[in-house]
């Protein structure tokens, strides 16, 4: 059996190339329009072009999404943005709206399935293959039974599932609430995420009892998707890929969530039979902004696991630098990215396989220019020396004093 493709989100350049240092096979990524996440940077034409000599250099796929839901005054828009694209740029482009499969076949462009779609039996994937379709990304709600079947029973085909990032409450994402609300499409992108919000609720002659926190409570709140404890589980259906969510997250989650799924994914490749899920996976992922974790429809589920009512979030490790580059003298060139001091206490993320993160010290930190700095902001940059040693692509981290 061929090893499962690692498929990375990226709303920004900088992502991508995160996406790859710490092992993505693939990354996704949209364009300004006909994509679901108009809130990130995205990537124009030329982007793209440079986002797939980056991926093909370093032996990676680009896969490109036009998933939103496309109207009648879109169709020839979308037509003509299809005609930019190039087939040895693009590795497939990820829709959810059947017009636009014979443009991208006569394009000579390989075309993935959304899990907007709602792909959720053998016959529906069997449909979408005599449309030659090469992919379908399954509808989230499936159990691993159900999703072994859908791919027993259709060999041929590519089958992808989410393994991290945000859920939303409705079916495959398919939600009107943000459009009702506040004149914000979810399915064209623009997705207020009413659902995060605190709600009370009121019946007819009085307030009706639910779960609250300060008189409130997050009554449509998921919890996010985390399935580093079933990854094995989830491998052995056979799926071709596993995905993660978060376009519109940042370098951090990024390169975690991606370096520790790259991870179990190649144990679980070369030690199948002795897999076993390590401390650390687990402890990097909970290290992350959260809003709590389940292991969504995979296993069933109990009452209310799927949910989190409370307004409380995760906050996860704060990030306080990315280190650019080591010059002589052994300074850091580090990219601030939130304020600290220079006695904080700090640690290291490394994006190379194998290597753990590790408490420093910081020895010095000074400004370009070779003033001492005791405090430091955040988008400067700043020569640091540490601890420990540190490499181009390390992220320095806030430890718990």
């Given at each position: 059996?061929k090893k499962?493709e690692l498929?990375?989100?990226?709303?920004?350049?900088e992502?991508?190339?995160?996406?790859v240092?710490?092992?993505a096979d693939?990354?996704?990524?949209g364009?300004r329009?006909?994509?679901?996440?108009a809130g990130s940077?995205?990537f124009d034409?030329?982007?793209?072009?440079?986002?797939?000599?980056v991926l093909h250099?370093?032996g990676?796929k680009l896969?490109l999404?036009?998933?939103?839901i496309?109207?009648?005054?879109?169709?020839?828009?979308?037509k003509e943005?299809i005609?930019?694209?190039?087939?040895?740029e693009?590795?497939?482009v990820?829709i959810?709206?059947p017009?636009l499969?014979?443009?991208?076949k006569?394009?000579?462009?390989t075309?993935?399935i959304?899990t907007?779609?709602?792909v959720m039996n053998?016959?529906?994937?069997?449909?979408w293959g005599?449309?030659?379709?090469k992919?379908?990304?399954l509808a989230?709600?499936?159990?691993?039974?159900?999703?072994?079947?859908?791919v027993k029973n259709?060999s041929?085909?590519?089958f992808e599932?989410?393994?991290?990032?945000?859920?939303c409450?409705s079916?495959?994402?398919?939600?009107l609430?943000s459009d009702?609300?506040v004149?914000?499409?979810?399915?064209?992108?623009?997705?207020a995420?009413?659902?995060?919000?605190?709600?009370?609720?009121?019946?007819?002659?009085?307030?009706?009892?639910?779960v609250?926190?300060n008189g409130?409570?997050?009554l449509f709140?998921s919890?996010?998707l985390?399935?580093i404890?079933?990854?094995g589980?989830?491998?052995?259906?056979?799926?071709?890929?596993i995905?993660i969510?978060g376009r519109?997250?940042?370098?951090?989650?990024?390169a975690?969530?991606v370096k520790?799924?790259?991870?179990?994914i190649d144990?679980?490749?070369?030690?199948r039979?002795k897999?076993?899920v390590?401390?650390e996976w687990?402890d990097?992922?909970?290290?992350?902004?959260?809003r709590?974790?389940?292991?969504?429809?995979y296993?069933?589920?109990?009452?209310?696991?799927?949910?989190?009512?409370?307004?409380?979030?995760?906050?996860?490790?704060?990030v306080l630098?990315?280190?650019?580059e080591?010059i002589?003298?052994g300074?850091?060139?580090?990219d601030i990215?939130?304020?600290?001091?220079?006695?904080?206490?700090?640690?290291?993320?490394s994006?190379e396989k194998?290597?753990?993160s590790?408490?420093?010290q910081?020895i010095e930190?000074?400004?370009i220019?070779?003033?001492?700095?005791?405090?430091?902001?955040?988008?400067?940059?700043?020569?640091m020396?540490?601890s420990?040693r540190?490499?181009?692509?390390?992220?320095?981290?806030?430890?718990k004093?």
């Amino acid at each position: 059996m061929k090893k499962p493709e690692l498929v990375a989100p990226a709303g920004t350049f900088e992502n991508l190339l995160t996406a790859v240092e710490c092992g993505a096979d693939a990354v996704y990524l949209g364009p300004r329009a006909f994509s679901l996440r108009a809130g990130s940077e995205n990537f124009d034409v030329p982007s793209i072009g440079k986002a797939a000599d980056v991926l093909h250099a370093a032996g990676r796929k680009l896969y490109l999404t036009l998933n939103s839901i496309i109207l009648e005054k879109d169709l020839n828009d979308a037509k003509e943005f299809i005609k930019t694209l190039k087939p040895d740029e693009v590795d497939g482009v990820i829709i959810s709206d059947p017009a636009l499969i014979a443009p991208l076949k006569d394009a000579g462009l390989t075309v993935h399935i959304s899990t907007q779609v709602s792909v959720m039996n053998a016959g529906s994937a069997a449909f979408w293959g005599k449309q030659g379709i090469k992919r379908i990304v399954l509808a989230r709600e499936l159990s691993l039974p159900e999703i072994g079947s859908i791919v027993k029973n259709n060999s041929e085909m590519e089958f992808e599932v989410f393994a991290h990032g945000a859920m939303c409450m409705s079916v495959s994402g398919r939600c009107l609430l943000s459009d009702y609300l506040v004149g914000r499409a979810g399915n064209r992108g623009e997705c207020a995420q009413p659902c995060r919000w605190d709600f009370s609720l009121t019946g007819k002659n009085d307030k009706m009892e639910i779960v609250e926190e300060n008189g409130k409570t997050m009554l449509f709140n998921s919890r996010d998707l985390n399935t580093i404890s079933i990854i094995g589980n989830i491998l052995d259906t056979g799926v071709s890929a596993i995905k993660i969510e978060g376009r519109n997250k940042g370098v951090h989650y990024i390169a975690v969530a991606v370096k520790t799924y790259r991870e179990a994914i190649d144990l679980w490749s070369e030690k199948r039979d002795k897999y076993q899920v390590k401390q650390e996976w687990i402890d990097d992922l909970n290290g992350l902004s959260n809003r709590g974790y389940t292991t969504g429809f995979y296993k069933e589920l109990a009452y209310g696991q799927g949910r989190q009512y409370y307004t409380e979030k995760f906050p996860g490790v704060r990030v306080l630098g990315i280190v650019r580059e080591v010059i002589a003298g052994g300074w850091a060139v580090v990219d601030i990215k939130n304020d600290f001091m220079a006695d904080a206490n700090v640690s290291i993320f490394s994006p190379e396989k194998g290597e753990s993160s590790k408490a420093a010290q910081i020895i010095e930190m000074n400004s370009i220019d070779g003033k001492k700095e005791e405090r430091v902001a955040a988008n400067r940059v700043v020569l640091m020396k540490f601890s420990v040693r540190v490499s181009a692509g390390n992220l320095v981290r806030e430890a718990k004093s």
